[in-house]
């Protein structure tokens, strides 16, 4: 079964940034679209960003123009450049394979996600 392991969140004041890094245990990485999720306390999981086989982007509406996904196929790890931070930026950071924009409703298997505080 893929693994994913995420990490690089952490407490931030509004506009600052973060790196979020995700290494992903198989040997079929650069075969696989990726997409960042996040969830806040109380609200459903969203899908922030995706990358498919190809490196075609695409971000919600609301981190359009400050988050940024990229991937290196060499260590097996897709990355999250958070820039101009926003309190309502506040949750749990997971990644996991990208199969559309519902696709995550169906994953059963999520790594251990990584915590982003932004302090107003």
């Known amino acids: 079964q893929v693994q994913f392991v995420e990490s690089g969140g952490g407490l931030v004041q509004t506009g600052g940034s973060l790196r979020l890094s995700c290494v992903v245990s198989?040997?079929?990485?650069?075969?696989?679209?990726l997409a960042w999720y996040r969830q806040a306390p109380g609200k459903e999981r969203e899908l922030v960003a995706s990358m498919v086989v190809g490196d075609k982007t695409d971000y919600a509406d609301f981190v359009k123009g400050r988050f940024t996904i990229s991937r290196d196929n060499a260590k097996n790890t897709v990355y999250l450049r958070m820039n101009s931070l926003k309190p309502e930026d506040t949750a749990v950071y997971y990644c996991n394979r990208y199969r559309g924009p519902d696709y995550w409703k169906t994953i059963d298997y999520w790594g251990p996600g990584t915590q982003v505080t932004v302090s107003s």
């Open positions: 198989s040997n079929m990485f650069s075969m696989y679209s």
